[in-house]
C-alpha cells in the first residue's frame, strides 16, 4: 500500500504559476472593528455636549492609530497581492503569457506553446511481467506482487504549460513537500537525473529518482510528456529487485496516438 502512494504522489508534480483561492469578499480588518465598535459606543452617550465627544473620539482614534497603522499597510497590501493572485488563477490566457516569458528569459523548450496537435493517448508496452492491477486505474503490478512489489503507473492529465517550466530543484522541493503532506515526516529525495528531451516532437522529461521510506529504498523512473495534454509513465521498484532494463525497454516504445 505504501508503495501505490507513493507511486501516485510523483506523477502529479507541476510547476504551476501561483494561484489564490479567488475570494472575493471584504476582508474585514481589526482596525475597522475597533473603529465601528467606538463609533457604536460614541452614538450610545447620553449628556454630553458635542465638544466633549468630538474630543473623546478624536483622543480614541489617535490612540486606535498607532496601533493598527501598521496592521491596516499589511492587511491592505495582502488583499492587493491575493487579488492579483486570485486574476492569474482565473485568466488561463495571462497564465499562459507570463509562461512563454518565463521559457524565453529561460532559454527553455516554448514548443509547447504552440503546440496544436491533438492526442488521443499514449501507448506504451509493459513488461512480460506486468499486469493491471485490480484496485487502482492505471497501475500495472507484478504477477508476484507485493511480494515483488515493482509498479508502472500512467496517469493523463489536464494540459499545463507551465509544466515545462518545472526544474530538477522544484521536482525535489515539490516531491518531498507531497511526501510531508501524505506522511507527516521528511523524506529527502535524490535525483540521479534530470534531463529535457523530446518524444514524438513533444517535449518531454526523464527524471531518475530514488528516496528511502523506512528501510525501504525506492528508485523511479519517470517519464512526463507535454502534449495537449500531460502524460506521466511512472516505473518503479525498490532495491530488492531491479527491473530498470526492462523499465528503459519498456520506455523505449512509449508512442502518442
Known amino acids: 500500500m505504501i508503495r501505490k502512494k507513493i507511486s501516485l504522489l510523483l506523477v502529479l508534480l507541476t510547476l504551476g504559476i501561483p494561484a489564490g483561492c479567488g475570494d472575493k469578499d471584504t476582508v474585514h480588518t481589526s482596525a475597522q472593528a475597533q473603529e465601528e465598535e467606538s463609533d457604536g459606543e460614541a452614538g450610545q452617550e447620553d449628556g454630553e455636549d458635542a465638544q466633549a465627544k468630538e474630543e473623546i473620539e478624536s483622543d480614541a482614534e489617535e490612540e486606535m492609530g498607532a496601533d493598527t497603522d501598521s496592521e491596516d499597510a499589511e492587511d491592505t497590501a495582502a488583499d492587493k497581492t491575493n487579488a492579483g493572485v486570485a486574476q492569474v488563477e482565473i485568466d488561463e490566457q495571462t497564465k499562459n503569457e507570463l509562461t512563454a516569458e518565463l521559457l524565453k528569459e529561460q532559454e527553455m523548450d516554448t514548443s509547447v506553446m504552440d503546440n496544436t496537435r491533438a492526442t ?45 517550466l518545472m526544474t530538477e530543484e522544484t521536482f525535489k522541493e515539490q516531491a518531498e513537500a507531497n511526501f510531508l503532506q501524505a506522511y507527516g515526516e521528511d523524506i529527502e529525495v535524490t535525483i540521479d537525473s534530470f534531463e529535457r528531451i523530446q518524444i514524438e516532437g513533444y517535449p518531454a522529461f526523464r527524471i531518475l529518482c530514488h528516496y528511502q521510506v523506512g528501510e525501504i529504498e525506492i528508485t523511479q523512473l519517470e517519464y512526463a510528456i507535454n502534449a495537449d495534454k500531460s502524460y506521466v509513465i511512472t516505473y518503479s521498484q525498490t532495491s530488492d529487485y531491479d527491473r530498470m532494463e526492462e523499465y528503459e525497454a519498456s520506455a523505449e516504445t512509449i508512442r502518442l496516438e
Do not use: H
Request: aromatic residues 14%; charged residues 25%.
Open 120 to 164: 488521443k493517448g499514449c501507448t506504451f508496452t509493459l513488461p512480460d511481467t506486468f499486469e493491471e492491477s485490480e484496485d487502482v486505474p492505471g497501475m500495472y503490478v507484478t504477477k508476484r506482487y507485493p511480494i515483488d512489489a515493482s509498479t508502472i503507473y500512467y496517469v493523463a492529465l489536464e494540459q499545463d504549460v507551465s509544466l515545462q
